[in-house]
């Protein structure tokens, strides 16, 4: 089949790879010139295992080809995936849809005189619910013949690629035969390999989407609720949260304690429910999700504490080393990252950051320019007072102790992941502090 793809990001970038592969002719469309040009030359533009080979063999074979026109993607196929930003408005926690109210006033003119098989838009990325409604009333008042569905995307970055190849399930919003029978020939070969199809109306589609953001977001928030309350009574969270998980109605999942959550997604997706909620009149329904966001920033600043109580109550003319930028490992996407507003915060107030990651520095330098970074472990805990381990990349968890114990000023580190070998550290001399664990320090 002949699908576009509008809005080349992480999204759309994994989706587009990944249609090709599975034997599609795909175009994919942005905005963003620079973009294009690296896609076209079989480049991603972000750091995602797999992405680059998968790209490399899409490009090479022509299955996939990229460009900024959206005339060229009106004509070119039937199908349009929409996989553009819904990034949080600047006034307020409400989900910003300029950019999928841009694509579709920007395909429709090319939609009017679609041919036989009728034009369908896919929306993929993350929207409030009734948005798919609307944008198919401003498609129709633009003159197009077009159906709109909506297909959100459950992808995780760091395994994109494997989640949009075998996802656990395609949930499909449609509103006729056409449009389902179409979304089930696009994914066929998912299909045929058991994946659960889904197919539902686009209000419960789109919901499916943030109501499950809202819930993993949830069980992060709950459990590091958890170790605030483990810190005072001198519990463990880590125990606690592998005896809860063991409780298969529970599961081990989305249950690591530690410094929350962060990226493009989980923070920005609950405030867009509850805004969104509000609006409908069932703002009360999910007020939890406020208490969510509250305890997530909470964390933030519960571990720049902790780290200035371990420098001695002030970090003026004290040294952090912070091991991790990216907003989790596998991943070279610093957008809200809990790592480097801790870094930032812990600046602010005196100290002098420096911040290494394995793959995030060059984003995470752009966007945080007054802090300083290193390109090994080692440089970046030079002298320092205090270490903290942000993002839990593997590599972290098999640093020699005894060997960093040698370049700092004061052995003394925060393991605000929970997912350092305690005794290893402890052995080395160092005192090692993370949250919910308050016997360790
Ligand atoms: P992104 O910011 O990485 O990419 C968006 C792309 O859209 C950019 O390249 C931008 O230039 C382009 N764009 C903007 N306006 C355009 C227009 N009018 N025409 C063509 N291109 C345009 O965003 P993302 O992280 O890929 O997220 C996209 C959507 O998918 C969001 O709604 C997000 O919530 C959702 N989502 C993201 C993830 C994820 O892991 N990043 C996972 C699931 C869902
Ligand atoms: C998340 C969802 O997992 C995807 O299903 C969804 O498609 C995506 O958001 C989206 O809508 O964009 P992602 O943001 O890539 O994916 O990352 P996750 O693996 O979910 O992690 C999110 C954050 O939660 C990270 O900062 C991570 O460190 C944190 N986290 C996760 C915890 O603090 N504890 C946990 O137990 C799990």
Known sequence: MRLTVIGTGYVGAVHAA????????????????????????????????????????????????????????????????????????PDSGAADLRHVEGVVDALAPGLRRAGHNGALVVGKSTVPVGTADRLAER??????????AWNPEFLREGCAIQDTLRPERIVAGVHSARAEARLRAVYAPLLAAGTPFIA??????????????????????????????????????????????????????????GLGFGG???PKDIRAFAERAEEIGRGDSVAFLRQVDEINTRQRRRIVDLAQRLVGGT????????????????????????????AEEARRRGARVRVHDPEAVDNARAAHPALQYA???????????????L????????????????????????????TLD???????????????RPRLG
């Open 200 to 257: 539902t109306d686009t209000a419960t589609a789109e919901l499916v989407k943030v109501a499950s953001n809202s819930f993993l977001a949830t069980k992060v928030s709950f459990i590091n609720a958890m170790a605030e309350i483990c810190d005072v009574v001198g519990a463990d969270v880590l125990t606690l949260a592998e005896a809860m998980g063991a409780d298969s109605r529970i599961g081990p999942r989305f249950l690591a304690p």
């Open 422 to 436: 305690v005794q290893a550290w402890h052995s080395a001399g160092w005192q090692l502090c993370a949250p919910g």
């Open 391 to 418: 993002t839990e990349w593997s590599q972290y968890q098999e640093l020699d102790p005894a060997a960093l114990a040698t370049v700092v000023r004061n052995p003394a580190m925060v393991d605000a992941r929970n």
């Open 315 to 342: 970090f003026e003319g004290r040294s952090v080393a912070v091991l991790g930028a990216a907003f989790k490992p596998g991943s070279d996407d610093v957008r809200d990252s809990p790592a480097l507003a801790v």
């Open 375 to 389: 390109l090994d472990v080692a440089k970046a805990c030079e002298r320092a007072d205090v270490v903290l381990h």
């Open 139 to 148: 498609l129709r008042a633009a003159g197009a013949d077009a159906d709109v």
């Open 18 to 89: 990944c249609m090709a592969e599975i034997g599609h002719e795909v175009l994919g469309l942005d905005v963003d010139e620079e973009r294009v040009a690296v896609l076209a030359a079989g480049r991603p533009p972000f750091y995602e295992p797999g992405l680059s080979r998968m790209l490399q063999r899409a490009v090479t074979t022509g299955r996939l080809r990229f460009t900024t026109s959206s005339v060229e993607a009106a004509r070119f196929a039937d199908t349009h995936f929409v996989c553009v930003g819904t990034p949080q408005r």
């Open 264 to 266: 493009s997604c989980l």
